[in-house]
T-cell receptor, first 110, second 115 residues
Framework: QKEVEQNSGPLSVPEGAIASLNCTYS??????FFWYRQYSGKSPELIMS????GDKEDGRFTAQLNKASQYVSLLIRDSQPSDSATYLC??????????FGRGTSLIVHP | NAGVTQTPKFRILKIGQSMTLQCTQD?????MYWYRQDPGMGLKLIYY???????DKGEVPNGYNVSRSTTEDFPLRLELAAPSQTSVYFC??????????????FGPGTRLTVL
């Protein structure tokens, strides 16, 4: 059973702070890693994808991947109230079909 | 491009009724997926397809059926609806399953209630 684990939160951070979201996975042959953002009542939308060890930056978002330790994280710099949402981690391996975590709820308060 | 579209947006069914949730994508994606999401939970894969004519079961396929006669369409059929099927259903698509090509694009969802 492939598992993707996330802390359900909520993670509460003040506006302007760095939000750090973490995800661990069980399948060692995983190759593709994704972070999706889901606003309440809406569908998930892709924020970041990462395939190699290290950091990948896109604007205020940085994804970090460590395959040896089997974790992937998402950093959100200069957090804004509009970042308040649930963040879903998804991992896919040899079957190419992603497995989703339950998501972490992020609240950015003014 | 419209992306991934789903109909209907909302539906209320009585126990034992049947219905088809429609999903269409216009991005020429090979892979298509059906998920359900219960409150406070992540996405559970129901069925997926890697191309026209090819479908396979996901994590929670019981009570559902799918078909994939064209690249664009991937309908989900509910037979004999049960209260346990009350959920939000998302359809998604991706170009392929390889690293770098399997970012998923989601439809707006169908909110189904079975009473």
């Amino acid at each position: 059973q492939k598992e993707v684990e996330q802390n359900s939160g909520p993670l509460s951070v003040p506006e302007g702070a760095i939000a750090s979201l973490n995800c661990t996975y069980s399948d060692r042959v995983s190759q593709s890693f994704f972070w999706y953002r889901q606003y309440s009542g809406k569908s998930p939308e892709l924020i970041m994808s990462i395939y190699s060890n290290g950091d990948k930056e896109d604007g205020r978002f940085t994804a970090q991947l460590n395959k040896a330790s089997q974790y992937v994280s998402l950093l959100i710099r200069d957090s804004q109230p509009s970042d308040s949402a649930t963040y879903l981690c998804a991992v896919s391996g040899g079957s190419y079909i992603p497995t989703f975590g339950r998501g972490t709820s992020l609240i950015v308060h003014p | 491009n419209a992306g991934v579209t789903q109909t209907p947006k909302f539906r209320i069914l009585k126990i034992g009724q049947s219905m088809t949730l429609q999903c269409t994508q216009d991005m020429n994606h090979n892979y298509m997926y059906w998920y359900r999401q219960d409150p406070g939970m992540g996405l559970k894969l129901i069925y997926y397809s890697v191309g026209a004519g090819i479908t396979d079961k996901g994590e929670v396929p019981n009570g559902y059926n799918v078909s994939r006669s064209t690249t664009e369409d991937f309908p989900l059929r509910l037979e004999l609806a049960a209260p346990s099927q009350t959920s939000v259903y998302f359809c998604a698509s991706s170009y392929d399953g390889l690293a770098g090509g399997n970012e998923q694009f989601f439809g707006p969802g169908t909110r189904l209630t079975v009473l």
